[in-house]
């Protein structure tokens, strides 16, 4: 049963524009959420992270939103650029334990 | 900088081998994680600790044991190698939340190829 759930596989978005990455979960206990960028042949590293009692974060280029009603977070990237070009995991922990529940992931291809 | 290694970027094993993947942090990080990732399927999680000699299986568990003699090193063992365990095999680290600036965030090595024939 996935908790985490990342319905699409693939994005393909134009240079300088938004690209939006969404991620949908069912585990009303998770309270944080992170999300992840993962070049081929390279472990995944950190992008951004939300608490729970936030329903924006914002860094740079990207903006993570929160709707915890919904059960739902999306990942914004304004402008995209080229090396934006990677995998994508949404992951999320709860506060009874140290581990991450990540999701399938979705592949974002910038054109330039 | 967090620095997570692991022992090789790609191993080839024949089915039946015993397979050890190994996997340094030099953080000082409490817990280590092992995870296997295949196309459509995400990370998903192997085993994990939290501290030396502690080890909690994750979500695959199956085929696979771990050691953790020392706080700074984290081995896979896959006792027996078959095929469906050719995967990407990834490795990280994290401090407890509680005494983290960025809490639940897990630090990640380059990763394991491995192909099992």
């Known amino acids: 049963d996935q908790q985490v759930k990342q319905n699409s596989p693939s994005l393909s978005v134009q240079e300088g524009r938004i690209s939006i990455l969404n991620c949908d979960y069912t585990?009303?206990?998770?309270?944080?959420f992170l999300w992840y960028k993962k070049y081929p042949a390279e472990g995944p590293t950190f992008l951004i992270s939300?608490?729970?009692?936030?329903d924006k974060n914002e860094d740079g280029r990207f903006t993570v939103f929160l709707n915890k009603s919904a059960k739902h977070l999306s990942l914004h990237i304004v402008p995209s650029q080229p090396g934006d070009s990677a995998v994508y995991f949404c992951a999320a922990s709860s506060a009874y334990g140290n581990k991450l529940v990540f999701g399938a992931g979705t592949i974002l291809r910038v054109k330039s | 900088d967090v620095k997570v290694t692991q022992s090789s970027r790609y191993l080839v094993k024949r089915t039946g081998e015993k397979v050890f993947l190994e996997c340094v942090q030099d953080?000082?990080?409490?817990?280590m994680f092992w995870y296997r990732q295949d196309p459509g399927l995400g990370l998903r999680l192997i085993y994990f600790?939290?501290?030396?000699?502690?080890?909690e299986k994750g979500d695959i568990p199956e085929g696979y044991s771990v050691s953790r003699e020392k706080k700074e090193r984290f081995s896979l063992i896959l006792e027996s190698a078959s095929t469906n365990q050719t995967s990407m095999y990834l490795c990280?680290?994290?401090?407890?939340?509680?005494?983290?600036?960025?809490?639940?965030?897990?630090?990640f090595g380059p990763g394991t190829r491995l192909t099992v024939t």
């Open positions: 585990n009303s206990m998770f309270d944080y």
């Open positions: 600790s939290y501290d030396v000699k502690m080890k």
């Open positions: 939300i608490s729970s009692i936030k």
């Open positions: 990280a680290s994290s401090l407890f939340p509680e005494d983290s600036p960025s809490p639940y965030e897990q630090y």
């Open positions: 953080m000082d990080h409490e817990n």
